[in-house]
Each structure stands twice: as C-alpha cells, then as structure tokens.
C-alpha cells in the first residue's frame, strides 16, 4: 500500500480546497479510507472517513457540514473537499486506510495501519 496524498496549499479563510488521495498499485475500492490531519503542537486528529460498502462519510465535528469526503472508484481516488476554511484547519492532511477497520473504528480513536505521506493545508489571509 501506498497512498499518496495531494492538493495542499494555501488558501484564504473561507476559501476551499480540495484534496486528493490515490495509490498507483493498490485497488482502495474495498476499504475504508480515513483522512487525519495534524497541526504544529498538536495530537493527530481524526477529520473525516468515506466507508467501502455504503459510500457513507464520516466527520469530526469540527468539520462537518464545511467538509466532504467522497471516492471514484473507476479512478482509484478518495477526495477530501474543503469549504469555509478557517486557520484552525491548517494543519498536514494525510490519507490513511486498513484492511480490518472501518469508518468507525477511526473514529473510535484507533489509528488506521497504512498512511500516506502528508500534504500540507495553510489557511491564512
């Protein structure tokens, strides 16, 4: 496994960003894959989750109804869509999935088993 996260930046507050999550070898289709950010300082923290079998997102509260995560399978990607970012969002963004846990195990507070490499989001005016 080998995720591969894109589509940080910097981005004015209250503007959106959109990132991306994909792996050239390996099928995603049939796993959950969760997006975890974390800031300077801070504990890494569970943001958002898109489930293999019903296509049902899953959302911190600190996100929800500004985020949206969804999946291509045809494309082998998982986006993570930014809206309204506030500097509290600035953090490093990383994709993560597991072959046994689901949506709900990540935001139980267990950590998914394979991660990909971060993309930063810098949210400032």
């Known amino acids: 496994v080998q995720l591969q996260a894109s589509g940080g930046g910097l981005v004015q507050p209250g503007g959106s960003l959109r990132l991306s999550c994909t792996d050239s070898?390996?099928?995603?289709?049939?796993?959950?894959i969760g997006w975890y950010r974390q800031a300077p300082g801070k504990e890494r923290e569970a943001v958002s989750c898109i489930s293999s079998s019903d296509l049902r997102g899953y959302y911190a509260d600190s996100v929800k109804d500004r985020f949206t995560v969804s999946r291509d399978n045809a494309k082998n990607t998982v986006y993570l869509q930014m809206n309204k970012v506030t500097p509290e969002d600035t953090a490093v963004y990383y994709c993560?999935?597991?072959?046994?846990?689901?949506?709900?195990?990540?935001?139980?507070?267990?950590?998914?088993?394979?991660w990909g490499q971060g993309t930063q989001v810098t949210v400032s005016s």
């Open positions: 993560a999935t597991d072959f046994v846990l689901g949506c709900r195990g990540m935001f139980h507070g267990t950590l998914f088993d394979y």
């Open positions: 070898g390996f099928n995603l289709s049939p796993y959950a």
